[in-house]
């Protein structure tokens, strides 16, 4: 190596002499100290200016991701569940996106099992509930008692307590203004009192600016062979509705099915009797029989299985023991009718839904 070397260009050299006469050149060498750091200072300006620019993209990416999220979000539809059972509506609901910000029920079971499929604390007597305290959301849905209505029951209406859970409803409704009501009851409940408890719920809806519409559903004519029949009234206000007098037109989800297809085995009858909370075990040929069957002509008894199936619950997980399920199975709505009616929410309003 050389012994001198130059500070300005970094030329080296073995001898002393040569040293001295390269300083003492007319033309001073070159500063490649200076190009080296203009080198050095263009490349580190170049590769900033390449990350700002992958970070200018980033950016904007994300603020288009959170746009869409919240897009998304705005655009979900929320809803209640009031006596909500084991979860008919959360379960069709959650299928077609819709989100549940409140459930509630008093029977301990139901509450169990809708946290056990649903993750969600369901809040106890709706009579305990403050309307204010529930965030904003767009669907109050009610199967509220049918047992004041019913055939089965004395059809006391409204002069049963259970009949005055309607009032708390109501209580939801006028406080929280959701732009859909959707009730469920028994096919009774038209005729109850020659009419007049339902003009009452039809008038007190109205009267709070809901346009109404009802209709009797029936399982067996939407692919669930059972004599289910349940009333459903969709009441709409502060939102714009399509057609809302064909709303109840449902001729697209229309399908038969006989009992022995849908549940794999030789049944006699095609369609099955309505599932009941009481009277299991009766008689095969006694008219409060409603789990007897003729299979391959030996008498056969619906298990909690076939119940799931023939009430639309294909992927639950149910547990408690056997009373409490049937109980559960008899009080629920097929979700055969709930998927149907947020179906054609969708199909009426101007809602999309985040799936």
């Not at 809803?79 to 008919?88: E, K, N, R, T, V």
């Not at 379960?91 to 139901?110: H, N, R, T, W």
């Amino acid at each position: 190596m050389g012994k001198y070397s130059c500070e300005r260009c970094g030329k080296e050299f073995s001898q002393k002499s040569h040293y001295d006469a390269h300083k003492k050149r007319k033309t001073p060498c070159e500063n490649n100290a200076d190009k080296i750091k203009a080198l050095v200072d263009k490349a580190v300006e170049e590769k900033m200016n390449e990350l700002n620019e992958k970070k200018l993209i980033v950016d904007q990416d994300n603020t288009k991701d959170n746009k869409n999220t919240m897009t998304k979000e705005s655009q979900q539809l929320k809803f209640i569940d009031l006596f909500c059972g084991m979860g008919s509506f959360h379960y069709s609901f959650q299928k077609l996106g819709f989100k549940c910000v409140m459930a509630s029920d008093i029977i301990e079971p139901a509450k169990v099992n809708y946290k056990n499929n649903y993750d969600i604390d369901v809040l106890g007597d709706i009579c305990d509930i403050d309307p204010s305290s529930i965030e904003p959301y767009d669907i109050l849905c009610a199967g509220f008692p049918c047992q004041p209505f019913s055939q089965a029951g004395k059809q006391k209406g409204f002069k049963d307590s259970r009949g005055t859970m309607f009032s708390h409803v109501m209580r939801f409704v006028t406080k929280n203004i959701p732009k859909i009501v959707i009730l469920e009851n028994v096919q009774a409940l038209l005729n109850h009192d020659k009419g007049k408890s339902f003009a009452k719920i039809k008038h007190d809806l109205e009267n709070e600016g809901y346009q109404i519409v009802f209709k009797v559903l029936k399982c067996s004519d939407y692919g669930i062979p059972q004599m289910r029949k349940r009333l459903f009234i969709v009441g709409f206000k502060n939102i714009q509705v399509k057609n809302l007098e064909k709303f109840f037109e449902l001729d697209e989800y229309y399908k038969t099915v006989t009992l022995s297809k849908y549940l794999g085995q030789n049944f006699k009858k095609d369609v099955a009797y309505t599932l009941r909370c009481g009277g299991k075990h009766s008689p095969i040929d006694d008219r409060h029989n409603w789990d007897g069957y003729w299979v391959n002509d030996k008498e056969y008894r619906l298990t909690i299985e076939d119940g799931l199936k023939l009430q639309g619950f294909n992927d639950y997980d149910f547990i408690g023991n056997k009373n409490e399920k049937w109980k559960m199975l008899g009080n629920t709505i097929p979700t055969i009718f709930t998927e149907i009616i947020g179906k054609q929410i969708i199909k009426h309003t101007s809602f999309h839904p985040d799936v």
